[in-house]
């Protein structure tokens, strides 16, 4: 989906424009449709995977046997094609007819940046990393991106192929901006209300290491010490497990914390930001970083 950004029909307003797009296709939770800012019903569920499959494609020509492989997998109707154009007319009907073209046995369906989700999305974390240096600004775009999440990416084909991979993909990078959005709170000394938030993530995503070095700066720049340094071993031993041990990052965490008691939170922060720029580090490692 993100050549679209480059690929978008032209004369539309931008993700910087002050008036919401008209159209918006949602794909970052159930397949959906909203026109002037109301939901309208798509139909079938054959109609939603439709829409979701031309979404995929943005801007793209999407062959109609692609897309009846998707629709009805190695049995489709006997009027397939008749059947096909049904449910594309259906769509058009509910949002022009210019905005799927056909032509050579393909259909494209037209949309601006702003007018899809996902695309809207990826720019606002795109706009948040760059303002990393401004927690209140980054604080504030990563609310904006991950506001527009109202459940798993493509709702009820998001196992199915071909939407499974851009399912994850999209839920990885969700996942850098709630970090980030982690990473302003602590940025702007929020550590006391984010912790119990932190505490629950890395419950639920366990392997998520960057959670856990926020997690652990929490507790430290909260002055829960003892706490942070079993939150270390917890992580270790959850490591040990899989034939894994904590990178470098937690390491050098877990010693500042342990060592530096007098200054642990000024050198807590200054490893927050080394963190941001390590490699292979917190930031940018999802498991444990080496083996054990």
Not at 88 to 94: A, G, I, K, Q, Y
Not at 238 to 254: F, K, M, Q, T
Request: hydrophobic share 45%; net charge negative.
């Amino acid at each position: 989906m993100k050549a679209a950004i480059d690929t978008a029909p032209p004369g539309r307003a931008g993700l910087s424009g002050a008036r919401p797009p008209a159209l918006m296709v949602r794909v970052l939770g159930p397949i959906d449709l909203e026109i002037e800012g109301t939901s309208v019903p798509i139909g079938s569920r054959l109609g939603r995977m439709l829409l979701a499959t031309l979404t995929l494609a943005a801007n793209h020509l999407v062959p109609a046997d692609q897309i009846a492989t998707v629709l009805w997998g190695d049995a489709p109707p006997a009027s397939r094609d008749n059947t096909l154009q049904t449910y594309v007319s259906r769509l058009r009907h509910l949002m022009g007819h210019d905005r799927i073209r056909a032509g050579d046995h393909c259909y494209q369906l037209n949309l601006a940046p702003a007018e899809l989700d996902a695309l809207a999305f990826e720019t606002l974390v795109s706009d948040a990393l760059a303002a990393h240096d401004d927690p209140g600004r980054c604080l504030d775009t990563c609310k904006g991106a991950l506001a527009l999440w109202r459940g798993a990416a493509f709702g009820e084909f998001a196992e199915r192929d071909p939407f499974r991979l851009e399912a994850i993909r999209l839920s990885e990078l969700r996942f850098v901006a709630m970090e980030t959005r982690f990473e302003c709170e602590l940025d702007l000394g929020r550590e006391e209300l984010v912790t119990g938030a932190l505490e629950a993530m890395v419950e639920e995503y366990p392997y998520r290491e960057r959670l856990w070095h926020l997690y652990v700066s929490a507790l430290a720049l909260s002055g829960r010490r003892v706490e942070a340094l079993r939150a270390c071993s917890r992580l270790r031993s959850l490591l040990a497990e899989v034939g894994l041990e904590p990178s470098a990052v937690i390491r050098d965490l877990e010693t500042a914390i342990f060592v530096e008691a007098p200054r642990v939170r000024t050198r807590v922060r200054t490893l927050l930001v080394a963190a941001r720029r390590e490699p292979g580090g917190a930031a940018n490692a999802p498991l444990g970083g080496h083996g054990a």
